[in-house]
């Protein structure tokens, strides 16, 4: 049993590290917000294993505060993204600048 | 074997697929073309996946208080992901990051391209308050060409 649950935190882990990875490379705000709340997911899960390991359900009170505030961050990113044209500037900037850097290339 | 040993092995199982069902959810994050697919990968299989992680933890510490518990935290889940999904995907398309070559069905900018035509052509003389939805939905494209300021 605890070989399976070992094999559930190394997926675990790779799912938090695939994650971040959108966080860090993600073009557009709202990419990384997904991305952070799949993370609050990967954790919410990762405190569930934890206490399946331990035996004791002291760790329990954390997955369910976690699960009802976990999705305030998409909530708020969505809402402060107000000036569509701003974000489109900054996007079709950015889309340029790759665009010449594989032109260079 | 005995039948605590079962349920161990079983809430193993569970959390393992729970596991791997969070996984999914990350690669469809990270492999997926943009943001609306990326909003699909991120909810649906992770709520799935905390289920089955619920019944795990409940399979393992077999305990009516930690089911309890674990069963409102999964609950609060499924009410809130929607809630996220849905306003990360109505800025994603107001705001136009999104690419709509992606898509085969666009049913809201149908709507707002009717309602604006609506608002066009036949309102000059109605009151604002007699289609609030369309008005509303009107204002907002109005200020998104405007620049955002509502």
Same mark, same amino acid.
């Given at each position: ?105 | ?7 161990? &092995?079983?809430?193993? *199982?569970? =959390? /393992? ?6 996984? #999914?959810?990350?690669? +469809? ?36 208080? &930690?089911?309890?518990? *674990?069963? =409102? /935290? ?6 809130? #992901?929607?809630?996220? +999904? ?65």
């Amino acid at each position: 049993m605890t070989v399976i649950i070992t094999v559930a935190a190394a997926m675990l882990a790779v799912a938090a590290a695939l994650t971040l990875w959108r966080i860090v490379a993600g073009p557009t705000p709202l990419d990384r917000i997904i991305a952070a709340d799949v993370l609050v997911g990967v954790v919410i899960a990762s405190v569930g294993i934890t206490a399946a390991l331990s035996g004791t359900a002291t760790g329990l009170p954390i997955l369910l505060g976690l699960s009802l505030i976990g999705f305030t961050g998409a909530v708020g990113v969505a809402r402060l993204i107000a000036s569509p044209t701003a974000v489109r500037r900054v996007f079709d900037r950015r889309q340029a600048l790759r665009e010449e850097d594989s032109d260079d290339t | 074997m005995t039948r605590e040993a079962v349920m161990d &092995v079983l809430g193993a *199982l569970f =959390l /393992a697929l729970g596991a791997f069902f969070c996984l #999914a959810a990350a690669v +469809g994050v990270v492999r997926f073309p943009d943001v609306m697919t990326r909003m699909h990968a991120a909810t649906k299989p992770s709520v799935f996946g905390l289920i089955l992680v619920l019944l795990g933890v409940t399979l393992t510490l077999r305990d009516p208080k &930690v089911f309890t518990l *674990l069963t =409102l /935290a999964v609950l609060m889940q499924i009410m809130t #992901a929607p809630v996220s +999904g849905h306003l990360v995907s109505r800025t994603a398309h107001r705001g136009g990051l999104w690419d709509a070559d992606h898509a085969i069905i666009d049913e809201l900018a149908d709507d707002n391209a009717g309602s604006a035509a609506e608002q066009a052509s036949g309102s000059a003389g109605q009151a604002p308050g007699q289609d609030p939805v369309a008005g509303a939905e009107g204002q907002d494209a109005q200020a998104d060409r405007d620049g955002g300021r509502r």
